[in-house]
T-cell receptor
Framework: DTGVSQDPRHKITKRGQNVTFRCDPI?????LYWYRQTLGQGPEFLTYFQNEAQLEKSRLLSDRFSAERPKGSFSTLEIQRTEQGDSAMYLC???????????????FGSGTRLTVV | DQQVKQNSPSLSVQEGRISILNCDYTNSMFDYFLWYKKYPAEGPTFLIS???IKDKNEDGRFTVFLNKSAKHLSLHIVPSQPGDSAVYFC???????????WGAGTKLIIKP
């Protein structure tokens, strides 16, 4: 296990369809994060899990978005009834809970690029 | 309300010279600052971080300086190398959680 894996790398969908993304974190990392990045902007926080518990959700995460992390391993992010404004890069990251310096241990996947047409 | 700002969308530097990337923030409660580097089609990669109780942190060619009174931090890369060409993001966190708040990034181009 050499890093954070995200699948698929690219997804094109029609407006109104549902999509689901998967993230496999580094196996020993107990924290998992989802971020969204649009062109010319930095990543925006969506949600974060510690083990299987979803501890924080951004107000950016509308009712159409849902994330799960069953058994505290991989995570899925589902977007229902996609809209063109959902087009973005969806980034997953994982880290190991530790003292404050653990922030340096944030490891990102390569992301899933979603295009809603 | 952008709490972390990187006002230079791009920066071009000659190979071998110093690259200085700047970042400003508005929230004085931020207690940790990080720099990430991002190549196209890849996720961000952690570079270096600094705690708010320090004013400098150095790691090889990379040094981050923090000026709390000015709410400003900078990343110095010396000497700059072609492989340093990438987008650099500044990010900050609050003590209460591990969520990172990011700037919009600066594209660094190292000219041979």
């Amino acid at each position: 296990d050499t890093g954070v894996s995200q699948d698929p790398r690219h997804k094109i969908t029609k407006r109104g369809q549902n999509v689901t993304f998967r993230c496999d974190p580094i196996s020993e990392h107990n924290r998992l994060y989802w971020y969204r990045q649009t062109l010319g902007q930095g990543p925006e926080f969506l949600t974060y899990f510690q083990n299987e518990a979803q501890l924080e959700k951004s107000r950016l995460l509308s009712d159409r978005f849902s994330a799960e992390r069953p058994k505290g391993s991989f995570s899925t992010l589902e977007i229902q009834r996609t809209e063109q404004g959902d087009s973005a890069m969806y980034l997953c990251a994982s880290s190991l809970e530790s003292v404050k310096g653990g922030l340096a241990g944030y490891t990102f996947g390569s992301g899933t690029r979603l295009t809603v047409v | 309300d952008q709490q972390v700002k990187q006002n230079s969308p791009s920066l071009s530097v000659q190979e071998g010279r110093i690259s200085i990337l700047n970042c400003d923030y508005t929230n004085s409660m931020f207690d940790y600052f990080l720099w990430y580097k991002k190549y196209p089609a890849e996720g961000p990669t952690f570079l270096i971080s600094i705690s708010s109780i320090k004013d400098k942190n150095e790691d090889g060619r990379f040094t981050v300086f923090l000026n709390k009174s000015a709410k400003h931090l900078s990343l110095h890369i010396v000497p700059s190398q072609p492989g340093d060409s990438a987008v650099y993001f500044c990010a900050a966190s609050l003590d209460s959680n591990y969520q990172l708040i990011w700037g919009a990034g600066t594209k660094l181009i190292i000219k041979p």
